[in-house]
């Protein structure tokens, strides 16, 4: 089969999955810190559990913005290098590092004050106490998060998107250990509880950051770059032209991941059981969506650089390919959820605790949900990143507006609150808002791939 493919597309293809495939780990291993938090955290009870879920939520969502914005580094940085313009991929990655930093800031004020959000939407007294002493450490992982992510931008950029791996992979086991000891007062350690979740989660950040940061000073072909050298010069221009862009990114991701901060929340009125049964239905949907948005990241990546070299055809290539490839792990994804739920969510928590009964049973419930909008939701990630490869973020924005929050949101409220279909309306209203998206956002990347639009592009930017 492959070998009916011309081998112009074969090469696009290899390139294509030699970015998305290491990206796919990253996430992964990301996501893997998260879930062994997660499990870590969930010995110490439900209420626990729900406090460190949420504030975790909140806080990297929060971060999810400030990386949609910083996204425009890696494709402004891609077209340049289509271009052979080595000195302007030096100028936006160096610039990336100021927006960086200022986002940082918001986002360490941001995460302080998530205990007091917390008690304007009424949770519980003893999540909102343990939230707070979650999120007095986790908070500061931002500026190293923040800068890893622009690094690990450019060594995408630069097609060595295998070395993030080479960072991310140890500190998964280093996450780990760190955790495990802090929380439960492992290895003569003391016991900290959600408090020593908070700190291995900023501890093991600044490590992954130092790390990439050295490497990017020692390596050869990075220094040819000289980064470094150039974050001394500011440069408005750049960071304006980085922000206007990414801002519209920022904020599809924002109102998507809002989406799921106040279904979270919303779940959390109904008890501590629904809302851990929530959090942990979010993170296992997170395993497979994150290897959508690699492809998806690739794809902009790839379709970038294409526009910068002017080759219409591998544009619509990879646009192509991302989709489908997107499809096919999503379809899988939601097989897995329908076919074998007691067996996933087994990895969280104790199936044979009676005092567990009822939190699985709605696990179960809402497993069935998410398996239904698995595909729609893998959908969208792929289509909107590859529209940003084309620099087109202010309609996707829009259609996110209405997708997540009109359609969603709204959907989600009125099923719960005034059809009184209690918790499960909101995850169905959920479902609605993403197929929404997935359907206008892949709709709007067939119409933006047509020829003769991208021929308008290409002669717009040319």
Request: aromatic share 12%.
């Amino acid at each position: 089969m492959i070998s009916l493919i011309p081998e112009t597309n074969r090469k696009e293809l290899s390139r294509l999955l030699k970015i998305a495939g290491p990206l796919a780990l990253y996430y992964l291993t990301e996501v893997a810190m998260g879930v062994t938090n997660m499990v870590i955290v969930g010995r110490l009870g439900s209420e626990e559990l729900a406090a460190v879920g949420l504030a975790a939520g909140m806080q990297i969502e929060f971060i999810l913005v400030c990386f949609g914005i910083l996204s425009m580094v890696s494709v402004l940085s891609s077209q340049s290098l289509g271009e052979n313009n080595h000195k302007q991929v030096t100028t936006i990655v160096s610039q990336g590092f100021w927006v960086a930093g200022v986002l940082s800031l918001v986002a360490i004020v941001f995460g302080l004050n998530i205990p007091a959000i917390f008690e304007l939407t009424g949770q519980d007294p003893e999540v909102i106490r343990l939230a707070s002493d979650y999120v007095i450490w986790m908070a500061w992982f931002s500026p190293f998060a923040l800068g890893f992510v622009v690094l690990r931008n450019f060594l995408v950029v630069i097609s060595k998107p295998q070395v993030v791996l080479y960072f991310t992979i140890p500190a998964l086991g280093l996450n780990l250990f760190i955790n495990y000891a802090l929380v439960l007062g492992k290895f003569g350690l003391p016991e900290l509880g959600v408090a020593g979740a908070g700190i291995g989660t900023t501890l093991v950040n600044c490590l992954m950051f130092l790390g990439l940061f050295s490497y990017v000073s020692v390596n050869t072909e990075c220094r040819h770059y000289h980064l470094f050298r150039s974050i001394r010069d500011f440069d408005y221009k750049v960071c304006k032209m980085i922000v206007s862009l990414g801002a519209p990114a920022g904020i599809s991701v924002f109102l998507e991941g809002g989406l799921f901060v106040v279904v979270g929340i919303l779940m959390g009125t109904f008890g501590s059981d629904w809302l851990a049964a929530n959090e942990i239905l979010f993170h296992l949907i997170s395993i497979t969506f994150v290897i959508a948005v690699a492809i998806g990241e690739a794809a902009s990546v790839r379709i970038a650089f294409n526009v910068g070299a002017a080759n219409l055809k591998m544009v619509q290539w990879n646009a192509l390919v991302a989709v489908v490839l997107g499809a096919i792990v999503m379809l899988f994804s939601a097989s897995i959820l329908w076919n074998i739920p007691h067996l996933i969510i087994a990895l969280f928590i104790d199936l044979e605790l009676p005092e567990n009964a009822q939190m699985i049973n709605i696990a179960v419930s809402l497993t069935a949900i998410a398996a239904v909008f698995q595909f729609f939701d893998g959908l969208q990630a792929v289509s909107s990143w590859a529209l940003r490869g084309l620099k087109d973020t202010l309609i996707p924005m829009w259609i996110a507006t209405c997708g997540y929050w009109l359609c969603g949101l709204g959907g989600g409220y009125m099923a719960a609150f005034v059809f009184n279909y209690g918790a499960e309306g909101i995850w169905w209203g959920m479902a609605a808002g993403l197929t929404v998206a997935g359907i206008l956002l892949s709709t709007r990347l067939y119409l933006m791939m047509r020829t003769d639009q991208l021929a308008s592009r290409f002669n717009k930017e040319f």
